[in-house]
């Protein structure tokens, strides 16, 4: 049998065995010709450019020079360096980490340094051409031109596979930089050469996550001639083996014109033996372009959850990257065996599901995850239960783990309604009792102003910064334990939450109609401004009174009540739109996407403008729903208002798209908008559930009539529980109010 025969087989394996996963897609879509991975790749977006499957170990793609907030990715379209392929990234984030074990092709001596872009020869990076550059589902390709070298990667969930076409030189090579990372440092770096094609080792680092731990096992195509090892910037001659804090390998060839030298990477965050059995158990042999072809098929399976109609071809592009970048993250963390890092520093044996990381719960929990339910109910309880799992590590839920981690990234416990939510709609495969265990555990707890809370029954704003913001994070994750109280019958849990979710009251000044810092002695916070925001410096996160006042998803009608009437709530929202002035010098970046003061850019404002359906008056929703598809969300490389938020801001437009968005924190009750899709049919587990906006165009925005099933509906909302059944859902689209 002859290795070309051996390929075909093993690409043909890859592709049917994908083909039995995805059996949701239509015989013949091909719904990857509709992502453009470049939107949100300039301005704010921050999302993350290269080579990967959904949910995967491993994101292979460029990193840049720079290390500042719009390279928190790796990757800003404004920027056409290149350090390096760098085996993980994040997507979209504010904080940057991760661009672990970063590979270098080159041609000629260089500097084993990041380098700056004042001084060409400062280290081994090259501008990267943008003419020659491709992005597509699970592939990427760039032309190095400082060195003549055509670079292109796929890869699997876990290996990652590089080709890199050289020009004829005598002094070609493949560089190993395990120092460069984005925004840590390594705390040491390790490589050994196993035999003339195979090397392994591991970066440790401490950046965003504290002592985290990637370990590799890589092999080459083509034997190198020779090998260099570097520690902290000297050659150690004749090593074949080198610990150091700053550690590099060059690994050098002979190459002709034209010629193709791979080389793939395994990763594992447990040890180098389990990254050598990743390697060997996903990508045993070098066909590029059936790994290729495979990657395509699962991002194709992926993205055909959802099949949409609309005569605009911006809206599909724009919608199938939304779902490209929405299955991005999180990311798979446990090897093939099952065994993962866990968040007490130990490695686990498999746990019997798939053990994943970097959930960015505060961003998510408001669309993201409600969107899988719907789109992948098959992996919500892998996520529950990887946050059930840390709980038992670290002593309560996740806030932002990263890599056996806990960054304590943003604020409340944020895992709580993604816990509650899938309970609520009764997931298969998540222990009620375990999860509500573990969520009152948390809640229970006396860090991040818990302690000061139960004594005064809010978060005074002399105790801790961003006091409001917690406190409302806390109160909307209360009610979502409530209601898991309630459904398990623990009644008096039920009251006591209850109690406590009903907080932002007290924080809440009627004199001005907006939420307000209270000091332990029950004053209001006399440095006050509704406006103006200080980052890490006064009472809110990321957003001012006006934007915080409204997150109380859970209680709006006793959010009416502070007001007074539902009148006044009304006027008061629809000054939100209406009313400007300048954040301030101190603001955070984030609060970007302005409508009046509404910040679509940002997470907390991302249910309000559904909040005037639950008011009573829809049409005022449809028309800011509207708004805000159509002017914040474009099919170009800046894309989106503020950073993507590892799939955030992308599910807000999917849910919103098809007129749809979850505006309580758990339960599933998805509540009407505006859609501007002729047709959305989702495949939910087993059944398909089809949504028809007839009539739908740009001036007809209101939903005039709804049917569910072929019958009329006075509903203003529907439930996780009549879509999961499958059937269909019909709005009758007009112009007039």
């Not at 661009?99 to 260089?110: C, S, Y």
């Not at 072809?293 to 993205?303: G, H, I, P, S, Y």
């Not at 909040?611 to 989106?640: C, F, I, S």
């Not at 919103?656 to 924190?665: F, I, R």
Request: proline share 4%.
């Amino acid at each position: 049998m002859t290795m070309m025969t051996k390929k075909g087989i093993w690409a043909r394996i890859m592709v049917a065995a994908l083909a039995v996963a995805g059996c949701f897609v239509s015989e013949g879509a091909n719904y990857t010709q509709w992502v453009n991975p470049l939107i949100g790749s300039a301005g704010d977006g921050n999302v993350w450019v290269g080579a990967s499957v959904p949910f995967g170990m491993v994101q292979l793609g460029p990193t840049s020079v720079p290390m500042e907030w719009h390279f928190c990715s790796g990757y800003n379209r404004s920027d056409s360096t290149v350090i390096g392929f760098s085996q993980n990234h994040l997507s979209g984030t504010g904080s940057s980490d991760l661009m672990d074990v970063n590979v270098m092709p080159v041609t000629g001596e260089v500097k084993y340094a990041r380098g700056t872009v004042d001084d060409p020869q400062s280290g081994m990076w090259s501008l990267s051409d943008r003419r020659r550059e491709v992005a597509e589902p699970g592939y990427y390709k760039t032309y190095l031109s400082r060195y003549g070298i055509m670079a292109e990667m796929t890869a699997t969930c876990r290996v990652g596979l590089h080709r890199y076409t050289f020009p004829a030189s005598d002094d070609a090579a493949i560089v190993v930089d395990l120092e460069s990372g984005q925004f840590d440092h390594a705390t040491a770096g390790y490589i050994r050469v196993i035999d003339e094609c195979t090397i392994e080792g591991f970066r440790f680092s401490d950046g965003w996550a504290q002592g985290q731990r990637v370990y590799f096992a890589a092999q080459f195509s083509k034997p190198f001639r020779s090998v260099r090892l570097i520690a902290d910037g000297k050659e150690v001659p004749g090593a074949k083996e080198l610990k150091a804090m700053s550690t590099y390998g060059r690994f050098d060839f002979v190459t002709a014109e034209g010629e193709q030298v791979l080389m793939k990477v395994g990763l594992s965050c447990t040890s180098m033996q389990a990254a050598r059995m990743n390697l060997a158990a996903e990508m045993p042999g070098w066909d590029f372009d059936g790994v290729r072809a495979a990657a395509r098929k699962q991002w194709n399976d992926a993205l055909g959850r959802i099949e949409i109609k609309t005569a605009d071809d911006s809206v599909k592009r724009i919608f199938y990257t939304a779902m490209y970048h929405a299955m991005i993250a999180p990311f798979t963390v446990s090897d093939v065996s099952g065994s993962y890092r866990g968040h007490d520093g130990k490695v686990h044996g498999n746990p019997g599901h798939r053990t994943f990381t970097a959930l960015s719960l505060w961003d998510t929990y408001r669309a993201w995850h409600p969107l899988m339910t719907l789109i992948r109910p098959e992996m919500v309880p892998e996520m529950v239960n990887t946050m059930l799992d840390i709980c038992d590590e670290q002593g309560r839920l996740p806030i932002w783990p990263l890599y056996g981690c806990e960054t304590e990234g943003m604020i409340g416990y944020p895992a709580v309604p993604v816990v509650a939510d899938a309970v609520l709609k009764g997931i298969k495969g998540v222990d009620p009792e375990r999860a509500y265990a573990a969520m009152r555990k948390t809640a229970m707890g006396n860090d991040r102003g818990l302690r000061a809370r139960r004594e005064y029954g809010y978060i005074p704003c002399d105790s801790m910064m961003r006091s409001v913001a917690f406190e409302l994070e806390y109160d909307l994750a209360d009610w979502a334990i409530a209601q898991v109280a309630r459904k398990l019958g623990k009644e008096a849990d039920y009251d006591y939450f209850m109690e406590r979710s009903r907080g932002y009251k007290k924080v809440f000044d009627k004199s001005i109609n907006l939420m307000r810092g209270k000091d332990s002695k029950g004053e209001w916070n006399k440095a006050f401004d509704p406006i103006k925001q200080i980052h890490f410096g006064d009472e809110f996160c990321e957003g001012n009174a006006w934007q915080y006042t409204w997150l109380v998803p859970h209680d709006i009608e006793g959010l009416t009540e502070c007001f007074g009437s539902r009148e006044a709530t009304i006027a008061k929202l629809d000054s939100l739109f209406e009313i400007t002035g300048d954040l301030g010098e101190e603001a955070a970046p984030d609060i970007s996407g302005l409508i009046g003061m509404y910040a679509h850019g940002n997470e907390p404002s991302h249910h309000v403008l559904y909040l005037y359906n639950l008011l009573g008056e829809p049409w005022k929703t449809a028309e800011r729903v509207r708004q805000v598809l159509g002017t914040m969300y474009h099919d170009d490389p800046v894309g989106m208002e503020g950073n993507e938020d590892m799939g955030q801001m992308s599910a807000w437009y999917i849910m919103s798209a098809m007129g749809l968005y979850q505006v309580e924190p758990a339960g599933g009750k998805y509540v009407f908008g505006s859609p501007i899709l002729d047709e959305a049919v989702l495949k939910i587990g087993k059944k398909k559930f089809r949504i028809v906006a007839h009539n739908v165009s740009a001036e007809n925005k209101y939903i005039k009539s709804v049917k569910l099933n072929g019958r009329a509906y006075d509903k203003w909302y529907i439930t996780h529980e009549d879509m999961a059944r499958g059937g269909t859902l019909e709005f009758f689209m007009g112009g007039e109010r």
